[in-house]
């Protein structure tokens, strides 16, 4: 290969290949390689020539490692990381597709893989709109204010209710007496006040003041009421913390798409220049056309990598703006512009301890509780109900008069009062019994459905928690890959200076750093998904680590 490289003149492009792939690599052998005999007669030719490693690739690490390791509010990317909490020595990924620099959260921006304006919304303000507006969340809350107004009912069931109105009575036609005669009458009457309805010798059926209710009622139907209201605001807490983790989890899935669109465009980057390098080697004759051949397919998968994950990030935006109820109109970046290990949960706490927490912090036990309690008042009540009485209060006091025919004479004021107590067993005995054997059925399905629940919040507990360790440990393994990867196209490109090696043998090298970043974005990711998991499982709203 020396011997091919003194005696032919060394294309153009191997100059600029050599000069950026050093570059990109971090080598700090790049200007002795430039100052080289073979290439001393090419420099000063192809100075103006060689494209800057910005110009060549615009998201490359190296050239947005100073941007990227800065958040839009100026914060250090590994502040977003508690400190103390994760052991995992933080790597700036490439920088995300959307450049955001100086931009506060919320603020119109263009991307650039998405059609019209895009807003910039971080994880704190992604959560923030969950709890104003989420219509899940709003839901929720009123079917709470519809348990409220039902205690209240409940409450206010042996309160008497008012009625007051005018009836119209004629009657022409034969009516039985008393005494069994039948006589033809023909008569009218008129009722206006407090009661209405009253005809011939009656009382008032529709009395002005009027209380109806079963004293079992009276007595249980509050505690009823009042412990499914407590059911109802736990439920509306639970669905706050599921949308919350909805969410979050849609903000997470985005922040990876948007970074894993950088990754591979990088990557695409690196591809196009290796075909570029390659072809030129082959038609100077100094490499084979099937090397280039290879390089021109990889290109084009790498195209199609680049492809898929802009769909993908277009997809976890769409999904993200159905999570937090936002107008569908409008794309929505991560404001963050690199994903870093989050801590929430210490996962290495002991995971007994953690199924503690969650059994005694879960909206939905805590719930589900409230609804044994219910169901209990409600056999107490069906137990009860033979024994206590139904009662019946009334007070009429309105004005009343009539006569023969269609004259209403005599019209005077007139007052009625009626009360009644009365007991009632359903059925000869057995539709109590049929009501007591429901309510006990009602009691055990909700214990049963109680116990359920504790069985899957220690499940959630202990899942996250395994998942979360493991996840970390993927972690710090993705970290000695990307080192590796890292070291590999190094000694690549090492090769090629020394004359040992042609371009198409760097690209198992880049093929093998791309899948390096995407395994620690993966890891990062799945990580970031546990803690969350793990936050909500144990009873607590996800919020943003900037907010603790």
């Known amino acids: 290969m020396s011997r091919i490289l003194k005696q032919r003149p060394i294309p153009a492009s191997l100059v600029s ?52 390791s800065k958040n839009v509010d100026g914060r250090d990317a590994g502040d977003l990381v508690p400190s103390g909490q994760v052991g995992a020595k933080y790597i700036q990924l490439v920088s995300g597709s959307v450049e955001l620099p100086g931009t506060d959260s919320g603020t119109a921006v263009s991307s ?60 022409d036609g034969n009516l039985q007496a008393s005494n069994g005669t039948i006589q033809d009458v023909n008569r009218s009457s008129l009722q206006a006040g407090l009661g209405a309805g009253a005809v011939g010798a009656g009382t008032t059926p529709n009395p002005g003041i009027v209380a109806r209710f079963h004293v079992a009622d009276a007595i249980f139907a509050p505690s ?31 922040l990876t798409a948007e970074q894993r669109v950088a990754i591979l465009s990088d990557s695409m980057g690196r591809i196009q220049q290796l075909h570029k390098i390659t072809a030129d080697f082959a038609e100077a004759g100094q490499g084979l056309q099937s090397d280039a051949d290879r390089l021109a397919t990889e290109q084009t998968l790498s195209s199609s990598r680049v492809l898929v994950a802009k769909e993908q990030a277009e997809v976890a935006s769409i999904r993200l703006v159905e999570a937090i109820s936002a107008s569908s109109s409008q794309r929505i970046v991560p404001a963050e512009t690199a994903l870093v290990p989050i801590q929430l949960v210490n996962a290495s706490d002991d995971p007994a301890s953690l199924i503690s927490q969650g059994l005694h912090y879960r909206p939905e036990l805590k719930e ?28 009429s006091h309105s004005g009343f008069g009539g006569g023969q025919g269609m004259t209403s004479g005599n019209f005077d004021h007139r007052m009625d009062m009626d009360a009644a107590v009365t007991w009632e067993l359903r059925g000869l005995g057995y539709g109590e019994q049929a009501a007591r054997r429901g309510a006990v059925a009602q009691v055990e399905q909700a214990r049963f459905r109680q116990v359920r629940l504790m069985d899957q919040v220690a499940r959630e507990v202990n899942e996250a928690c395994m998942q979360a360790r493991f996840r970390l440990d993927r972690i710090h393994v993705a970290e000695q890959g990307i080192e590796s990867a890292e070291n590999s196209v190094a000694r690549n490109l090492d090769r090629i200076r020394n004359g040992q090696g042609l371009p198409i043998e760097a690209l198992q090298s880049v093929r093998a750093l791309e899948d390096a970043r995407l395994g620690y974005l993966q890891a990062v990711f799945d990580y970031n998904e546990a803690q969350f998991q793990l936050h909500r499982a144990i009873g607590q709203p996800v919020f943003s680590p900037l907010d603790r």
């Open 17 to 68: 290949f050599c000069l950026v792939f050093c570059s990109l690599a971090g080598c700090t052998t790049r200007r002795q390689f430039a100052s080289t005999p073979a290439l001393q007669g090419h420099q000063q030719a192809q100075s103006s020539a060689t494209p800057s490693l910005t110009d060549t690739y615009p998201d490359s690490a190296t050239a947005s490692d100073a941007e990227s």
């Open 368 to 395: 589900a509780q409230c609804l044994v309690a219910a169901a209990c008042e409600r056999f107490q009540r069906q137990k009860y109900a033979p024994f206590v009485p139904s009662v019946l209060l009334g007070l």
């Open 112 to 171: 650039s893989h998405g059609s019209g304006s895009t807003r910039a919304m971080d994880l704190g303000t992604v959560l923030s709109v969950v709890g104003g507006q989420h219509p899940a969340v709003g839901f929720a809350r009123w079917r709470a204010q519809e348990a409220y107004a039902e205690q209240l009912r409940a409450q206010t069931l042996w309160l008497p209710s008012i009625q007051a109105g005018v009836s119209i009575h004629q009657h």
């Open 224 to 254: 009823i009421a009042e412990k499914s209201l407590w059911a109802s605001n736990h439920a509306a807490t639970a669905a706050v913390n599921d949308q919350l983790l909805s969410a979050s989890l849609a903000w997470l899935e985005l």
